[in-house]
Structures are given as C-alpha cells and as structure tokens.
C-alpha cells in the first residue's frame, strides 16, 4: 500500500467513525422522540393547552403551567439581560483584566456556570422566599432563574464582545468618539448576534428548570393564572414533573402531551434566535 | 513652504523602557503632504499617532516633549483628546470600516459629535471627494464589509473627510492594496492636498516621491533628515538617507 492510499483509508475511517458517532446520538434522540409523541400526541388539543389542571387525566390541562411560564420567563429575562450584558461590558470594556480582583471574578463566573441548578433553589428559597418574604411567587422564582443563567450570559456576551475587533474601537475613536460612544455606538450593534444567541440559549435553559423551582415552592396543582408577580406560580416542567410521578398510565401519557408543548416552545425561542441573528448579521464582520 | 500646523518639539515616546521616538523636531506645513518613510521599526508609526493622541490607548507608553497643533500643546493637561481627533483624523493601515451600511460610515462620527449636517449631501460629498461615489451610489444602505479592499479604504478616507478634519494623519494606508487600488488612493491623496493637510507613512518610495511635498526620514527612531521632497529624493544629504532610498537596505 502507497503513503497515499494509506491516508485516504484513513481520511474515510476518520470521516466513518464521525458519521457513526453523529447517528448514534440522533437515534436515541429520535427514539425519545417518538416514544413521546406516540404517547401524548392524543392528548394535544386545545382544550389541553387552556384547561386547568385536574384530578381527572382527561380534564387536566396545562393552562396554569403554560402561563406560569411565560410569567416566569419574562420576569427572568427583565432581570437577568441587563444584568449580565452589562456585567459583560464591564469586564471587557472598562476592568483592567490583569488585576487579581478581575480574575478572581472572572474564575467566579465560570464556577457558578457550572453550578447544580438546585443550589440556586436552595439559596432563592433562604434569600428570596424567606429572606425577603416573596413566598413562591413569579417573582421568586424569576429571581432564582435569573441568578443561574446570570453567568451563561455573561459569558456569552463577554465572548460576543471579544469577537468585535479592535481596529473597530480604534476607527471610532479616530472619528473623536468617547468610550461609551465606541461601546453603544460600534461595540453593542456588532457584538449583538453573539449576545442575543447567548441570551435566548440561557433562557431555553430556564424555562426547562424544575428543580430550583420545585425548591422555592412552585406549586403542582394551579387553577388559576397568575395576575402579577407576586402570585403563585406553576411552570411547565414542574407540571409535567407531576403528572409523570403519578401512578396512572394516563398521566403519564398528559405528562408526554405537556413534553411536546414545552418542545414546541423551545423550538420557537430557538427559530427566534436564529432570526433576529439574521437580522442583525447583515454586517457581518 | 506653507506655515506649519503641526510643530513636533523634542519629542521623544517610551515603550516601558524601550526609546521609540528620540527627542525629534520636525514641524508638517498646512495644506500640503508631507511623507514619513524609513525603516520598520524605526517608529514611523508611533510618531503618526502621537500626533493626534491615538498613542493614549497603547499600554505603557509614555510621551516626553511636546506637540503643537496650531500652536496648542495636545499634550497640556487641560486639552481634550477627543477634541484632538475631531480635527485630526486618521486612516490606518487595514482597512476597517464599521460593521454598518456604507451611509452610516460617513454619517456616524459628525452624529455622534453632534455636528449640524444633512446627511444626504454630507455622504454624497465626501463620497465624492473619496472618489467612491460612483461606485456605490445605487447602494449605501448595503453592508460597508461587502466592499472590496481598496473601496474600503476610501471610504474610510471619506468617513475621515467627514468630520471635516484639518490634517487627516495616513499609516500605510496602501499597504493591504493591489496596485490598481493603490493608485486610485494616491490620485485621491493628490486631489485632497489643496483642502487637508495629509501626514502619510509608506514604505513605497516612489509613492512618497509621486505624492509628497515634503519627506522625512527616521531611522531608529531619529529624524535623520526633512525637507523638500524632491531634493530628499534627488539630492540627499545624509549618507543613510541616499542608501535607504537607493534601496541599500531597510
Ligand atoms: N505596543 C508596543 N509595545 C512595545 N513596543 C512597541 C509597540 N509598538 C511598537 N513598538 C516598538 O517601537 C518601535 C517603533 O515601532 P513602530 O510601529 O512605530 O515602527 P514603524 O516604523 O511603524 O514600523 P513599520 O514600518 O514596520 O510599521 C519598534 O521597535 C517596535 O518594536
Ligand atoms: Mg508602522
């Protein structure tokens, strides 16, 4: 066998041995997929989506959880978006990254990004729940969200903000800008896709938490919707978490129904995300 | 000779220790272009943005002497430096056009300065004066990135001419460009010398000698000679003048 042959066997065992990997992941995928869809795609209807909760499997519905969980996520959004795009800014912008402070906070970030998720419950139960009397309501239980995607964003935002070069900055500040004209006016328009992609990621994975919010008091039986921040709350997870605990083969078959709710509306925050990429990609640098 | 607008006094720059620039003299007359050539390294570019305080986000730089703009010290306390780059604008080496329509380029540095302006005819003239117009005219709103090498470059020439500067300062700004390109710049630098004075570093020296008034020449971070270009280039009198010229080395 030539040199050459040799590495063309190789170049199509590598390009093999990745096809396979790649298939193998995608087919337990489709398994769970499809094992959730044979089982809740009957129960889909709109009676489903608008009634409460109930004792009986073909009464309940997911109206309390899915509201619950539009509450929560803006809640989260409005606390945690400004928070950590701003955290980002300063970092990169404004602290002096080689100072022992900055890089203590910097290691901090990257700690808490991998924190359990039921860590934060336990320090929004002491903190939010009890420590400031909010109970287990929206707000709570926002807070607590926003507290653990707060390092993805920053994160995220840090590298978006990274990727902006500095011949940017330097071509505005030649036109006589002030730094925070560089930074609103040059730096936050080009860095934007990276942040937003960042953003909408941290929050899908917010809206699949159950755990923290199980934690703080989320309640699994709602018959009503939330009016305001202060009320209680159930989520989709926490709902779907319920009906899977139960005994009765029906429950189990809602719970897939409220699955496939809950997939439907990642999927849509993802297709979002990638449109307002789009969008703003127009300059692509 | 004009008279001078900027006026170098004992200038001398420091990386940390390291000496860039070494106690130069050396004053740029309005209205005219006067051409930075020598060796790399020998601090051609350090100098250039010492002049309208560009060298103030460079780490560990410090900056001993004085510059004179119009008889001012950028360098006294008081002075913004902000203010300095309003009135001397820059081009720099790579091409870097904002991430944003080729209208805004222009628009965005007057905006932010809050200049009074109509925006339509400050693009169309600038565009106009940066010998861009024509090409782009049926597509401002388009990206500034999808324009090639060279017509981003004098966009960033006519982004400079928007702020309506007095010197715009060039740092090689042909160097990333093909030669067709190359001499569309410098017939727009010719173009541009009755309205701007234009300090410009290249390496090509017979850019310097097509474009130029006047020329000065470092070398290891002294002003080894300045003056009239065509006696530099025809008449040197320095010996290490007439060798980097006549391409002995550097
Ligand atoms: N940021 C920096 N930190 C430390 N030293 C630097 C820095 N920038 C430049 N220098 C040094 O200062 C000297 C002058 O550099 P400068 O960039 O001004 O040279 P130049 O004449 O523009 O060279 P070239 O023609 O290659 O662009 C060089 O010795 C260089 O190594
Ligand atoms: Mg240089």
């Known amino acids: 066998m030539t040199t050459k042959e040799r590495r063309m066997k190789q170049d199509m065992l590598f390009r093999w041995c990745c096809r396979i990997v790649t298939f193998m992941a995608l087919g337990v995928l489709l398994v769970l997929l499809s094992h959730i869809f044979s089982q809740g795609f009957k129960w889909l209807s709109w009676d489903f989506i608008n009634s409460y909760p109930s004792r009986f499997a073909d009464q309940a519905g997911i109206k ?44 901090n970030i990257a700690n808490l ?64 800008a002030r730094k925070w004209q560089v930074i609103v006016g040059q730096v936050l328009p080009a860095a934007l896709p990276g942040i937003m992609t ?51 083969e029906e429950f189990h078959e809602i719970a897939s129904a ?17 449109m307002i990429r789009q969008k703003f990609q127009k300059y692509r640098m | 000779m004009s008279k001078p607008i900027i006026q170098v006094k004992d200038l001398s720059i420091f990386y940390g220790e390291k000496k860039a620039i070494n106690s130069v003299n050396v004053s740029f007359s309005e209205k005219q272009v006067t051409a930075v050539i020598g060796p ?68 965005w540095g007057p905006q932010i300065n809050g200049y009074d302006f109509d925006p339509d005819a400050l693009v169309e003239k600038c565009l106009k004066r940066a010998a861009l117009w024509d090409e782009v ?22 982004r400079a001419i928007a702020m309506n500067p007095e010197v715009i300062l060039m740092d090689e700004p042909c160097s990333a460009l093909d030669p ?39 070398f290891d971070g002294d002003l080894i000679e300045f003056g009239d270009t065509k006696e530099i280039f025809t008449n040197p009198v320095e010996e290490k003048t007439e060798d980097y010229i006549t391409g002995r080395f550097g």
């Open chain 1, 64 to 107: 309390s959880a899915v509201w619950g969980s539009i509450w929560v996520i803006s809640f989260t959004a409005i606390f945690s978006v400004p928070f950590g795009v701003a955290t980002a800014f300063f970092l990169e912008e404004y602290s002096n990254s080689n100072s022992k402070f900055v890089r203590l906070l910097q290691i």
């Open chain 1, 113 to 176: 990004a991998g924190m359990p998720s039921i860590i934060y419950g336990l320090l929004g139960l002491t903190l939010f729940a009890r420590g400031i009397g909010l109970g287990g309501s929206v707000l709570t239980g926002s807070l607590t969200l926003s507290l653990l995607i707060l390092p993805v964003i920053v994160i995220a935002s840090q590298e978006a903000i990274k990727a902006v070069p500095n011949s940017i900055r330097y071509g505005a500040y030649a036109m006589g």
């Open chain 1, 198 to 248: 960042g953003v909408i990621l941290s929050l899908s994975r917010a809206i699949g938490e159950t755990a923290p919010l199980i934690i703080i008091g989320a309640l699994s039986y709602v018959a009503f919707t939330p009016l305001g921040p202060f009320d209680d709350f159930t989520v989709l997870p926490v709902q779907i978490y319920n009906w899977a605990g139960r005994p009765q």
């Open chain 1, 258 to 274: 409220g699955i496939i709710v809950l997939l439907a509306v990642l999927f849509t925050m993802n297709l979002v995300a990638i």
């Open chain 2, 40 to 107: 790399s390294g020998c601090g051609k570019s350090t100098l250039l943005r010492s002049l309208n305080r560009m060298n103030d986000f460079v780490e560990n730089l410090r900056v001993e002497g004085e510059v004179l703009y119009k008889d001012q010290n950028i360098y006294a306390p008081k002075i913004d430096s902000a203010d300095i780059r309003r009135q001397i604008g820059m081009v720099f080496q790579k091409p870097n056009p904002f991430p944003k329509s080729i209208y805004k380029n222009i628009t």
């Open chain 2, 137 to 158: 005219k049926d597509r401002l709103d388009d990206s500034a990135l999808a324009l090639s090498g060279g017509q981003q470059q004098r966009l960033c020439i006519a």
């Open chain 2, 180 to 218: 067709k390109a190359t001499s569309r710049i410098e017939d727009l630098i010719l173009d541009l010398r009755n309205r701007y004075t234009i300090i410009i570093v290249t390496h090509n020296m017979q850019q310097a000698a097509r474009i130029s008034d006047e020329t000065a020449f470092f």
